[in-house]
């Protein structure tokens, strides 16, 4: 007898190839995916990319964007300040990317005496320093071409021109948060005092209405920031760590308080000793913070601030993933610390059909 016809038959069996899924089951999965995954798969077929590309599929992935994507941060740029000799060097951190895409981010559109001022739709808009009349330019961040100045237009109803143009002005150290049509900034009744109050400036009104921060919050190291369509409060807590407060926006005045991470789980990962935190950007997009970190010598004083550190709050870890970005002298300060992110629905709009 044949041994061959002893042996079983193997069953084949496959997959089905991306094809024979349905486009909008496709969709369904893609709109799960993060940005580098979205990007690949919007270059693997014409109908897949067509869809992807579409505007309702673009609409619906903006309107259930709620959490963070570390990957929509494409870097982070600053400047050093050199002591005694002031001497001022343009630094940029590129953040690696598994796509084609990654920004141009040149002294064309950092160079002095302009400045960083927000980020939208693959767009920077920089602006000239306060001590110089007030203008504005934007600058490609993919295709790095030449600014482009705009003249800044401001309401006219009696002194908001003035009032917004001060504003825009003084705003140089603190991020502001965007709610809406309404703008939020840190504010305080005296100069020498910690920041104790929120200005909020409704931008079609043109009403100003001041709210007292969360009791325990006033401090110098604060970010505004908006998370999920909510005002939230980020605070460096001296002996505890870093903290997050949210307006909730059902019960008016009333925060809720949650620790983002502590002192000691920072220093852990990051693999330093006693350290003084100082909260530098957050993006609002990406969930990433960065902070200066100040060591702590023997005889408890401090130098000056010498790292750069990555904090993750997108990550799906259960706590915060920390990275040190980079490593400064001992008499090298930085200033215009900025965080260049990329607007997911923006990318697709402008990527080109096949």
């Known amino acids: 007898m044949n041994n061959s016809t002893m042996s079983p038959k193997r069953c084949k069996c496959s997959w089905p190839s991306p094809e024979s899924l349905p486009v909008d089951l496709l969709l369904?999965?893609?709109?799960?995916?993060?940005?580098?995954?979205?990007?690949?798969?919007?270059?693997?077929?014409?109908?897949?990319?067509?869809?992807?590309l579409a505007t309702a599929f673009r609409r619906n992935l903006a309107a259930d964007a709620t959490g963070f994507d570390p990957t929509l941060l494409l870097g982070v740029s600053y400047r050093e300040i050199n002591y005694p000799t002031y001497a001022r060097t343009q630094r940029v951190i590129q953040t690696p990317m598994q796509t084609q895409f990654r920004a141009h981010l040149d002294a064309d559109c950092l160079r002095t005496p302009f400045k960083p001022v927000t980020s939208r739709d693959?767009?920077?808009?920089?602006r000239r320093h306060p001590y110089y009349d007030v203008e504005l330019r934007t600058c490609?961040?993919?295709?790095?071409?030449?600014?482009?100045?705009?003249?800044?237009?401001?309401?006219?109803?009696?002194?908001?021109?003035?009032?917004?143009?001060?504003?825009?002005?003084?705003?140089?150290?603190?991020?502001?948060?965007?709610?809406?049509?309404?703008?939020?900034w840190p504010c305080r009744v005296n100069y020498m005092q910690d920041w104790d109050q929120i200005l909020a400036l409704d931008a079609d009104a043109g009403d100003a209405t001041v709210m007292e921060l969360p009791s325990g919050c006033s401090s110098n190291r604060l970010?505004?920031?908006q998370v999920r369509g909510q005002l939230c409060v980020l605070v460096q807590e001296e002996s505890r760590g870093i903290a997050m407060w949210t307006l909730a926006?059902?019960?008016?005045?009333?925060?809720?308080?949650?620790?983002?991470?502590?002192?000691?789980?920072?220093?852990?990962?990051?693999?330093?000793?006693?350290?003084?935190?100082?909260?530098?950007?957050?993006?609002?997009?990406?969930?990433?913070?960065?902070?200066?970190?100040?060591?702590?010598l023997s005889n408890q004083t401090y130098r000056s601030p010498r790292y750069l550190i990555r904090l993750d709050l997108g990550t799906k870890e259960e706590t915060p993933v920390v990275t040190c970005l980079a490593t400064r002298g001992s008499e090298v300060y930085l200033e215009d610390l900025f965080l260049h992110e990329i607007d997911l629905n923006s990318l697709l709009q402008s990527m080109k059909h096949f």
Request: aromatic residues 6%.
């Open 223 to 225: 970010l505004l920031a």
């Open 249 to 296: 926006p059902s019960v008016a005045g009333t925060w809720s308080r949650q620790v983002v991470i502590s002192n000691m789980e920072i220093e852990r990962q990051a693999g330093l000793g006693t350290s003084m935190y100082l909260l530098g950007r957050f993006g609002e997009r990406s969930g990433v913070l960065i902070l200066n970190v100040v060591l702590r």
């Open 122 to 126: 693959g767009l920077l808009v920089v």
């Open 28 to 52: 369904e999965i893609v709109a799960r995916a993060d940005f580098t995954t979205l990007v690949r798969c919007a270059a693997t077929g014409k109908i897949l990319r067509h869809a992807i």
């Open 140 to 184: 490609d961040a993919f295709t790095a071409k030449s600014p482009i100045s705009h003249p800044p237009s401001f309401p006219t109803r009696g002194s908001m021109s003035c009032s917004v143009s001060a504003m825009l002005a003084h705003c140089d150290y603190y991020c502001s948060a965007v709610i809406g049509r309404t703008v939020h």
